[in-house]
Nanobody, 126 residues
């Protein structure tokens, strides 16, 4: 069973940093693209960043450029989202999901991604 678990969220002040982790069970992350999404209250889920199987990252949200980065740790079967200079508008539940049919970052319907977990809450507030 494909399962992803997000962790690392919390409450942080504006300008602070958090590092989110997406850990897989039941499959190896090496060969698939992993996407990070976020959803704020009363807003649609939006793509944030993606990392391909070869390690290339794709940014889907202009608002996070220069502040968020994505990386893989193959030994831990984990993909991380490093978030710096956080802003209140970054507050959301963050989710990771896997594209099991492609190692490349491609925009698809959310139903075509797998491993959706419970997400991890990020709150940026003073």
């Amino acid at each position: 069973q494909v399962q992803l678990v997000e962790s690392g969220g919390g409450l942080v002040q504006p300008g602070g940093s958090l590092r989110l982790s997406c850990t897989a069970s039941g499959f190896a992350l090496d060969y698939v693209a992993i996407h990070w999404f976020r959803q704020a209250p009363e807003k649609e889920r939006e793509g944030v960043l993606c990392i391909s199987s070869s390690g290339y990252s794709t940014n889907y949200a202009d608002s996070v450029k220069g502040r968020f980065t994505i990386s893989r740790d193959k030994a831990k079967n984990t993909v991380s989202l490093q978030m710096n200079n956080l802003k209140p508008e970054d507050s959301a539940v963050y989710y990771c999901a896997a594209d099991l049919k492609s190692g490349w970052c491609q925009v698809k319907r959310t139903s075509e991604y797998h491993g959706w977990g419970q997400g991890t809450q990020v709150t940026v507030s003073s």
